[in-house]
C-alpha cells in the first residue's frame, strides 16, 4: 500500500530494563547510548518508559546521591502509550498528538514490545514530498524563550525547565554594549549526562551547558531545518535574524504540529489515490497481516467479491485464514515466505462459494504481504480432475485382487500392478520395459507345453485387434513351480482401429487347477467305474476302469444311453435315479448292468448331482463298483446290504465312518468280536495323517501312538497284513495295540486311486479274521470307498468351476469369493462398491416362442454387451438363468447408473439372428445397489439389488431403478 506502517520506520534497536532495575542503570543507559527513552519491560511486555524528561524532573526536585539506589519502577511513567506494528504512520501521529507525547512504544498483536518510533523517526524517514513545502521555520519558531543567566545554579535552571515543560533552556549573559548574548544551551539530554557524573546542582550552568549552538536563519525552509538537526543529531534550533539577531527556537516537536496537518493530508491522498487505482482493476488486490489469522488489512472492490464479501469495509480485519478450506495452507505460505522471500506465489483454496481457488502474486515485507490474485477455479478443477483419475486408476491397480498389465502398440510392458508381479514372480524394475515374449516368462499352455512368440495370446490380439476372454495358461518358474490363471485380453484401439494399448487381466487359479488336475487323476486311477450323464441318460464321461467293467472302448461309451446297458426292469431303475438327482437327492443303489458279451454285473452305483456354473442339475456323476462276486454268500450279501442300505443314506463322511464302526461291532463269531478299531485318514500331499474313527472296549490296556506314515507297513506297501495268533506269529512292532496275544488285521484304504486311510482292527481272540470275516470286511470297504470318494468329489466340483460355458461370464460361485474380497477391500481403503442385477424382459416367452438355441443366443448377446461396457477390473456373472450381476469396484452409485444405462442400451439395441433372416430383440430391466450405503454385508447387497430390479420390473420394464 502507499501508506507506509509503523514497523517500516520504528527503531527495533531497543534498550530495555526489568522494573527491578536502579535508576542509575537507567541513566547510564541513556548516556552511553544516546537515546531519549528506555522501555521497562517484564517478558516483553512494557510495563512503562523512562525518558530525558523524567531525569530532568527528578533532577530538579531531588538529591542525586539518594535516588540512584531505587529501582526504575518507582519512578517510570506506567501504562505508556503503545501502536500496533503495522497501524500505518497518520494513525501513528494522531495518538502523538492526541497524548502530546514524542514517542510510541510498539507491540505485536499480543502486547509484545517490538520496537519504538520517535518524532525524529518519522522525520528521517518518511518520503521527501512531505516535508519539501514552501514553508520557513519561522512560522514555527517560538518566541518566547526560556532563558537564564549564565551565574544561574544548575538546580535552577533545571527546575524551571520542569516547571515551563521546556525540553530546553538558553544561557545568556551581558556583553559590552548592555545587550544579553547567547553563552550556551542546556538541553534535558545534557541534565541526564551531568546526572550520571554526579555534577553538584549549585554548579553554574555557564560551566556545563552545551557552547555549540546551531543557528538558523529564520527565513530557512523547515526541510532543511529537519536536515540540518539530522545532520547535527540535534532536536533544537536557534533561529536569528538577518542581522544575527535572536528571533527564537524551533524544535522537532514544533515542526512536526506544523507539518501533521499536511503529512496525514498528503498520505491520505496518495492512499485514496491508490485505492481507486486498484478498484479499476478487473481482478482482486488484498494485503494481509503475516500473523495467524492474517488479519484482511486492505482489499479492493473486485477482490472483496470474490472472497465471498458484501464489501470492502466487510472484509477489512476479518481474517483470511479463516477463509481456507485447509488452514495447513497458511502455515505453508508463512513458512515459505519466511525463507526471506520478498516476492512469492501461491495457490489458495478457499471454502466458501463452491470450493473457489486462487493464484496469487504477492510482495512481502517484514509484516504483511499483499498483491494481486485470480479465480482459476476452472483451470484448477480441470487438473485435478485429471489427477484423480490417475490417482484413481493408480489405486485401482493395487487394490485389484487379480493381476493386471498394460502393454504399449508393440507389447511392452508400461505398468503392472502388485497382484500381477505376485504371479510373474519378478520385481518390478525387471518387469517394466520388458516385451510379452520375454525370456523372464516361460508360458505354457494346458498341456505344459512352452508357447513361442507367435502362440502368445498378446500376439494374436496385436494381429487381430480382437478381445481374447478367460484363456487358461501357467507360468512355469525358475525353481520349477508352475503357476495356473486365466488370461483375459482386451485391446485399446485408436481412431483408426489400431491397437495402441493392450490391457491384460490374470487371476490366479492354480490351486483350483491343481485340483481339477488331481480329481482327474483321481478318476483315471480308480479302481470303480466313474461315468457322468446327462438327465436324458447320455453318458458324456468315463475312467478308464468303467471301459473295462462294461467291456466297451471309451469312444464307444461315449454319447451311448445308460438305458443300453440295462435290461427293461433296470431302465425303471434308472429313470427313477434320474428323477431324484433332479430333486438334488445323492444316494446309492443296486443296478444289474448288462457286459458286452451279455454277461450280468451286479453293481453298486452310488450316484450325486451334476451341476452347471448357476447350480442347476443338468446331469448325474457316479461311482459304479462291481459286487458280483459278493451275492455268492447269502449271509454275507445280507450284512452287505443292510450296510449298503444304512450307508446310502448318510449326509455327511463323518457320518459314514460312524456306519462303518456300527457294522465293524456287528461281526460276531461265538464269544470273539472286534474289540478295538482305529481309523486313520491320509493326506499323502501333506503327508498327514488324522484319527476319525477310535474305539477301545478294553478299558485301561495302552494304546499305542500311530508310527507315522514313513513307518506303517499297510500305507507303505498299499497292502492288508493278518495276524491270527500273535504268541505265535510275528507282528508289526508298531502294532496299535500293544497285546502279546489275540489277533488284529491292519489293511490299507483305497479311495479314488490311492491310499487314503489306514484301518486297524484288532480282537482278544485268535483266529478271528477269518476268510469269511476278513471278506465281508473288504465288502465293507468296497462299499465305504466310493461313497467316501463321491462326497469328497462333490466338495471338489463345487470348488472347480469358474466360468460359465455358455455366456464366458464367470459364474456365481466365483461372484462369492470376489465379493468377499472386494468388501475387505472397500471396508479397508474406504472405497465405494457398486452391484448391478439384470435380468432379461419377457426371456420365457422368448424362449418358448423361438426355442432354447435362440434362448441360448440372447443369453450370450447380453453376456457381449455387459463386457463391452465394463471395464477389465469390473466382473460379469452369470447369476442364473437370464439373471446378472456386474460387480463395479471402486464405483459409486452415479458411476454405476452410467454403466447400467451404456449395457441397457446396448442390449435392446442389439438384434439376435435367427435362422437365415429373422432378426429379434430383447431389453432389460436392471437394480443398482452400493455397498455401506444401502446395505453392509454382501447378501445384504444383492437383496437391495434385486429389490431394486423388481421394481424396474413393476414399474414397466427395460429401464433401471436404485435402491
Same mark, same amino acid.
Given at each position: 500500500?502507499?501508506?507506509?506502517?509503523?514497523?517500516?520506520?520504528?527503531?527495533?534497536?531497543?534498550?530495555?530494563?526489568?522494573?527491578?532495575?536502579?535508576?542509575?542503570?537507567?541513566?547510564?543507559?541513556?548516556?552511553?547510548?544516546?537515546?531519549?527513552?528506555?522501555?521497562?519491560?517484564?517478558?516483553?511486555?512494557?510495563?512503562?518508559?523512562?525518558?530525558?524528561?523524567?531525569?530532568?524532573?527528578?533532577?530538579?526536585?531531588?538529591?542525586?546521591?539518594?535516588?540512584?539506589?531505587?529501582?526504575?519502577?518507582?519512578?517510570?511513567?506506567?501504562?505508556?502509550?503503545?501502536?500496533?506494528?503495522?497501524?500505518?504512520?497518520?494513525?501513528?501521529?494522531?495518538?502523538?498528538?492526541?497524548?502530546?507525547?514524542?514517542?510510541?512504544?510498539?507491540?505485536?498483536?499480543?502486547?509484545?514490545?517490538?520496537? !519504538?518510533?520517535?518524532?525524529?523517526?518519522?522525520?528521517?524517514?518518511?518520503?521527501?514530498?512531505?516535508?519539501?513545502?514552501?514553508?520557513?521555520?519561522?512560522?514555527?519558531?517560538?518566541?518566547?524563550?526560556?532563558?537564564?543567566?549564565?551565574?544561574?545554579?544548575?538546580?535552577?535552571?533545571?527546575?524551571?525547565?520542569?516547571?515551563?515543560?521546556?525540553?530546553?533552556?538558553? =544561557?545568556?549573559?551581558?556583553?559590552?554594549?548592555?545587550?544579553?548574548?547567547?553563552?550556551?544551551?542546556?538541553?534535558?539530554?545534557?541534565?541526564?549526562?551531568?546526572?550520571?557524573?554526579?555534577?553538584?546542582?549549585?554548579?553554574?550552568?555557564?560551566?556545563?551547558?552545551?557552547?555549540?549552538?546551531?543557528?538558523?536563519?529564520?527565513?530557512?525552509?523547515?526541510?532543511?531545518?529537519?536536515?540540518?538537526? @539530522?545532520?547535527?543529531?540535534?532536536? @533544537?534550533?536557534?533561529? =536569528?535574524?538577518?542581522?544575527?539577531?535572536?528571533?527564537?527556537?524551533?524544535?522537532?516537536?514544533?515542526?512536526?504540529?506544523?507539518? @501533521?496537518?499536511?503529512?496525514?493530508?498528503?498520505?491520505?491522498?496518495?492512499?485514496?489515490?491508490?485505492?481507486?487505482?486498484?478498484?479499476?482493476?478487473?481482478? %482482486?488486490?488484498?494485503?494481509?497481516?503475516?500473523?495467524?489469522?492474517?488479519?484482511?488489512?486492505?482489499?479492493?472492490?473486485?477482490?472483496?467479491?470474490?472472497?465471498?464479501?458484501?464489501? =470492502?469495509?466487510?472484509?477489512?480485519?476479518?481474517?483470511?485464514?479463516?477463509?481456507?478450506?485447509?488452514?495447513?495452507?497458511?502455515?505453508?505460505?508463512?513458512?515459505?515466505?519466511?525463507?526471506?522471500?520478498?516476492?512469492?506465489?501461491?495457490?489458495?483454496?478457499?471454502?466458501?462459494?463452491?470450493?473457489?481457488?486462487?493464484?496469487?502474486?504477492?510482495?512481502? /515485507?517484514?509484516?504483511?504481504?499483499?498483491?494481486?490474485?485470480?479465480?482459476?477455479? $476452472?483451470?484448477?478443477?480441470?487438473?485435478?480432475?485429471?489427477?484423480?483419475?490417475?490417482?484413481?486408476?493408480?489405486?485401482?491397480?493395487?487394490?485389484?485382487?487379480?493381476?493386471?498389465?498394460?502393454?504399449?502398440?508393440?507389447?511392452?510392458?508400461?505398468?503392472?500392478?502388485?497382484?500381477?508381479?505376485?504371479?510373474?514372480?519378478?520385481?518390478?524394475?525387471?518387469?517394466?520395459?520388458?516385451?510379452? *515374449?520375454?525370456?523372464?516368462?516361460?508360458?505354457?499352455?494346458?498341456?505344459?507345453?512352452?508357447?513361442?512368440?507367435?502362440?502368445?495370446? #498378446?500376439?494374436?490380439?496385436?494381429?487381430?485387434?480382437?478381445?481374447?476372454?478367460?484363456?487358461?495358461?501357467?507360468?512355469?518358474?525358475?525353481?520349477?513351480? #508352475? =503357476?495356473?490363471?486365466?488370461?483375459?485380453?482386451?485391446?485399446?484401439?485408436?481412431?483408426?482401429?489400431?491397437?495402441?494399448?493392450?490391457?491384460?487381466?490374470?487371476?490366479?487359479?492354480?490351486?483350483?487347477?491343481?485340483?481339477?488336475?488331481?480329481?482327474?487323476?483321481?478318476?483315471?486311477?480308480?479302481?470303480?467305474? *466313474?461315468?457322468?450323464?446327462?438327465?436324458?441318460?447320455?453318458?458324456?464321461?468315463?475312467?478308464?476302469?468303467?471301459?473295462?467293467?462294461?467291456?466297451?472302448? $471309451?469312444?464307444?461309451?461315449?454319447?451311448?444311453?445308460? *438305458?443300453?446297458?440295462?435290461? $427293461?426292469?433296470?431302465?425303471?431303475?434308472?429313470?427313477?435315479?434320474?428323477?431324484?438327482?433332479?430333486?438334488?437327492?445323492?444316494? /446309492?443303489?443296486?443296478?444289474?448292468?448288462?457286459?458286452?458279451?451279455?454277461?450280468?454285473?451286479?453293481?453298486?452305483?452310488?450316484?450325486?448331482?451334476?451341476?452347471?456354473?448357476?447350480?442347476?442339475?443338468?446331469?448325474?456323476?457316479?461311482?459304479?463298483?462291481?459286487?458280483?462276486?459278493?451275492?455268492?454268500? @447269502?449271509?454275507?450279501?445280507?450284512?452287505?446290504?443292510?450296510?449298503?442300505?444304512?450307508?446310502?443314506?448318510?449326509?455327511?463322511?463323518?457320518?459314514?465312518?460312524?456306519?462303518?464302526?456300527?457294522?465293524?461291532?456287528?461281526?460276531?463269531?461265538?464269544?470273539?468280536?472286534?474289540?478295538?478299531?482305529?481309523?486313520?485318514? !491320509?493326506?499323502?500331499?501333506?503327508?498327514?495323517?488324522?484319527?476319525?474313527?477310535?474305539?477301545?472296549?478294553?478299558?485301561?490296556?495302552?494304546?499305542?501312538?500311530?508310527?507315522?506314515?514313513?513307518?506303517?507297513?499297510?500305507?507303505? *506297501?498299499?497292502?492288508?497284513?493278518?495276524?491270527?495268533?500273535?504268541?505265535?506269529?510275528?507282528?508289526?512292532?508298531?502294532?496299535?495295540?500293544?497285546?502279546?496275544?489275540?489277533?488284529?488285521?491292519?489293511?490299507?484304504?483305497?479311495?479314488?486311486?490311492?491310499?487314503?486311510?489306514?484301518?486297524?482292527?484288532?480282537?482278544?481272540?485268535?483266529?478271528?479274521?477269518?476268510?469269511?470275516?476278513?471278506?465281508?470286511?473288504?465288502?465293507?470297504?468296497?462299499?465305504?470307498?466310493?461313497?467316501?470318494?463321491?462326497?469328497?468329489?462333490?466338495?471338489?466340483?463345487?470348488?472347480?468351476?469358474?466360468?460359465?460355458?455358455?455366456?464366458?461370464?464367470?459364474?456365481?460361485?466365483?461372484?462369492?469369493?470376489?465379493?468377499?474380497?472386494?468388501?475387505?477391500?472397500?471396508?479397508?481403503?474406504?472405497?465405494?462398491?457398486?452391484?448391478?442385477?439384470?435380468?432379461?424382459?419377457?426371456?420365457?416367452?422368448?424362449?418358448?416362442?423361438?426355442?432354447?438355441?435362440?434362448?441360448?443366443?440372447?443369453?450370450?448377446?447380453?453376456?457381449?454387451?455387459?463386457?463391452?461396457?465394463?471395464?477389465? /477390473?469390473?466382473?460379469?456373472?452369470?447369476?442364473?438363468?437370464?439373471?446378472?450381476?456386474?460387480?463395479?469396484?471402486?464405483?459409486?452409485?452415479?458411476?454405476?447408473?452410467?454403466?447400467?444405462?451404456?449395457?441397457?442400451?446396448?442390449?435392446?439395441?442389439?438384434?439376435?439372428?435367427?435362422?437365415?433372416?429373422?432378426?429379434?430383440?430383447?431389453?432389460?430391466?436392471? %437394480?443398482?445397489?452400493?455397498?455401506?450405503?444401502?446395505?453392509?454385508?454382501?447378501?445384504?447387497?444383492?437383496?437391495?439389488?434385486?429389490?431394486?430390479?423388481?421394481?424396474?420390473?413393476?414399474?414397466?420394464?427395460?429401464?433401471?431403478?436404485?435402491?
Amino acid at each position: 500500500m502507499a501508506a507506509q506502517r509503523v514497523h517500516e520506520l520504528m527503531t527495533t534497536d531497543v534498550v530495555v530494563l526489568s522494573e527491578d532495575a536502579k535508576l542509575v542503570e537507567a541513566i547510564k543507559k541513556l548516556s552511553d547510548n544516546n537515546i531519549s527513552s528506555i522501555v521497562i519491560v517484564d517478558r516483553h511486555i512494557p510495563l512503562g518508559i523512562i525518558t530525558e524528561r523524567d531525569i530532568a524532573r527528578i533532577a530538579a526536585t531531588s538529591n542525586p546521591a539518594e535516588i540512584n539506589s531505587l529501582p526504575v519502577s518507582n519512578l517510570m511513567s506506567r501504562n505508556p502509550v503503545t501502536v500496533y506494528k503495522n497501524a500505518d504512520i497518520v494513525t501513528a501521529l494522531e495518538i502523538m498528538e492526541r497524548n502530546r507525547i514524542r514517542r510510541l512504544i510498539v507491540t505485536d498483536r499480543i502486547g509484545k514490545l517490538k520496537g !519504538i518510533i520517535t518524532y525524529s523517526d518519522i522525520l528521517k524517514k518518511l518520503q521527501e514530498e512531505f516535508f519539501k513545502v514552501h514553508t520557513t521555520i519561522n512560522t514555527v519558531t517560538t518566541q518566547g524563550i526560556l532563558k537564564v543567566s549564565s551565574d544561574t545554579q544548575l538546580k535552577v535552571a533545571i527546575q524551571r525547565m520542569s516547571e515551563e515543560r521546556k525540553s530546553c533552556i538558553l =544561557v545568556t549573559s551581558v556583553d559590552g554594549a548592555g545587550e544579553d548574548a547567547i553563552t550556551g544551551i542546556l538541553t534535558e539530554r545534557d541534565i541526564v549526562k551531568l546526572f550520571l557524573k554526579k555534577i553538584p546542582m549549585d554548579t553554574p550552568v555557564k560551566d556545563v551547558c552545551t557552547k555549540n549552538i546551531v543557528y538558523a536563519s529564520h527565513d530557512t525552509l523547515l526541510y532543511d531545518a529537519v536536515k540540518i538537526m @539530522h545532520e547535527r543529531r540535534i532536536r @533544537h534550533l536557534i533561529v =536569528v535574524d538577518d542581522r544575527m539577531q535572536l528571533k527564537g527556537i524551533v524544535t522537532q516537536t514544533d515542526i512536526i504540529e506544523l507539518l @501533521h496537518e499536511n503529512i496525514t493530508k498528503g498520505i491520505k491522498d496518495q492512499l485514496q489515490r491508490f485505492k481507486e487505482s486498484l478498484d479499476i482493476l478487473q481482478t %482482486g488486490f488484498i494485503e494481509f497481516e503475516l500473523n495467524n489469522e492474517g488479519t484482511i488489512l486492505y482489499v479492493n472492490k473486485h477482490g472483496a467479491k470474490a472472497l465471498g464479501f458484501d464489501n =470492502v469495509d466487510a472484509a477489512i480485519g476479518s481474517s483470511f485464514v479463516r477463509l481456507l478450506k485447509d488452514v495447513k495452507q497458511w502455515s505453508d505460505f508463512v513458512s515459505m515466505i519466511n525463507g526471506k522471500l520478498t516476492a512469492a506465489q501461491f495457490v489458495f483454496h478457499i471454502n466458501a462459494l463452491n470450493g473457489k481457488v486462487i493464484d496469487g502474486s504477492f510482495r512481502i /515485507s517484514r509484516f504483511t504481504a499483499s498483491g494481486i490474485f485470480k479465480d482459476i477455479t $476452472e483451470r484448477f478443477n480441470e487438473s485435478e480432475c485429471i489427477k484423480n483419475e490417475r490417482n484413481r486408476f493408480e489405486n485401482i491397480l493395487k487394490a485389484m485382487s487379480e493381476g493386471l498389465i498394460i502393454y504399449d502398440n508393440k507389447g511392452i510392458i508400461k505398468d503392472i500392478n502388485d497382484a500381477a508381479l505376485l504371479i510373474l514372480g519378478h520385481p518390478r524394475d525387471e518387469v517394466i520395459g520388458q516385451p510379452y *515374449y520375454s525370456h523372464k516368462f516361460a508360458v505354457i499352455d494346458k498341456e505344459g507345453n512352452l508357447l513361442n512368440r507367435d502362440e502368445m495370446i #498378446i500376439s494374436k490380439v496385436l494381429q487381430t485387434g480382437l478381445p481374447v476372454r478367460n484363456m487358461i495358461r501357467g507360468l512355469r518358474r525358475v525353481n520349477g513351480s #508352475i =503357476v495356473w490363471f486365466t488370461a483375459s485380453v482386451t485391446p485399446i484401439l485408436g481412431n483408426d482401429n489400431t491397437v495402441e494399448e493392450i490391457i491384460h487381466v490374470l487371476t490366479d487359479i492354480t490351486e483350483l487347477y491343481n485340483l481339477e488336475k488331481r480329481n482327474q487323476k483321481i478318476l483315471e486311477t480308480a479302481k470303480e467305474g *466313474y461315468w457322468e450323464v446327462s438327465l436324458d441318460g447320455k453318458i458324456l464321461k468315463i475312467n478308464k476302469s468303467l471301459s473295462k467293467l462294461l467291456g466297451y472302448s $471309451e469312444d464307444e461309451l461315449i454319447g451311448k444311453s445308460i *438305458y443300453d446297458l440295462v435290461d $427293461e426292469d433296470n431302465k425303471k431303475v434308472f429313470k427313477q435315479a434320474l428323477e431324484r438327482r433332479k430333486e438334488g437327492v445323492s444316494e /446309492s443303489y443296486e443296478i444289474m448292468l448288462r457286459h458286452r458279451n451279455g454277461s450280468n454285473i451286479y453293481a453298486i452305483v452310488s450316484a450325486s448331482p451334476l451341476m452347471d456354473s448357476s447350480d442347476r442339475t443338468c446331469g448325474a456323476f457316479a461311482f459304479i463298483t462291481d459286487v458280483t462276486d459278493l451275492r455268492s454268500t @447269502h449271509n454275507m450279501l445280507h450284512t452287505i446290504a443292510l450296510f449298503y442300505r444304512d450307508l446310502s443314506s448318510v449326509l455327511t463322511e463323518s457320518e459314514v465312518y460312524v456306519v462303518l464302526k456300527h457294522y465293524l461291532l456287528s461281526l460276531i463269531k461265538g464269544d470273539a468280536k472286534i474289540n478295538v478299531i482305529y481309523f486313520m485318514n !491320509i493326506d499323502p500331499s501333506k503327508h498327514y495323517a488324522e484319527e476319525v474313527i477310535r474305539h477301545n472296549d478294553l478299558g485301561s490296556q495302552e494304546i499305542n501312538k500311530f508310527p507315522g506314515l514313513d513307518k506303517c507297513k499297510a500305507y507303505i *506297501y498299499a497292502a492288508t497284513f493278518v495276524v491270527n495268533d500273535l504268541s505265535k506269529e510275528y507282528a508289526c512292532p508298531f502294532q496299535r495295540f500293544g497285546a502279546v496275544s489275540g489277533s488284529y488285521c491292519c489293511t490299507a484304504i483305497n479311495i479314488g486311486g490311492s491310499t487314503a486311510g489306514i484301518l486297524h482292527l484288532y480282537s482278544r481272540h485268535s483266529n478271528f479274521f477269518t476268510d469269511d470275516i476278513k471278506e465281508t470286511i473288504d465288502s465293507f470297504i468296497a462299499l465305504f470307498a466310493p461313497v467316501v470318494n463321491n462326497m469328497r468329489l462333490l466338495e471338489l466340483n463345487k470348488k472347480l468351476a469358474l466360468i460359465d460355458p455358455l455366456t464366458g461370464l464367470y459364474n456365481r460361485r466365483y461372484l462369492e469369493a470376489f465379493m468377499g474380497k472386494q468388501v475387505a477391500i472397500a471396508d479397508r481403503n474406504n472405497q465405494p462398491l457398486s452391484m448391478i442385477m439384470l435380468d432379461i424382459d419377457n426371456f420365457k416367452y422368448f424362449n418358448d416362442t423361438n426355442g432354447h438355441e435362440a434362448g441360448d443366443m440372447a443369453l450370450r448377446s447380453v453376456a457381449h454387451a455387459i463386457g463391452k461396457n465394463i471395464r477389465v /477390473s469390473d466382473i460379469g456373472v452369470r447369476y442364473g438363468g437370464e439373471e446378472f450381476i456386474i460387480v463395479l469396484p471402486n464405483t459409486d452409485k452415479i458411476t454405476a447408473l452410467e454403466v447400467a444405462e451404456r449395457i441397457r442400451i446396448t442390449v435392446e439395441s442389439t438384434p439376435i439372428t435367427i435362422g437365415r433372416e429373422k432378426r429379434m430383440f430383447v431389453t432389460a430391466s436392471l %437394480g443398482i445397489a452400493a455397498y455401506s450405503i444401502d446395505a453392509n454385508s454382501f447378501d445384504a447387497l444383492l437383496t437391495k439389488a434385486d429389490n431394486a430390479l423388481y421394481e424396474a420390473k413393476k414399474t414397466g420394464k427395460n429401464r433401471i431403478c436404485m435402491a
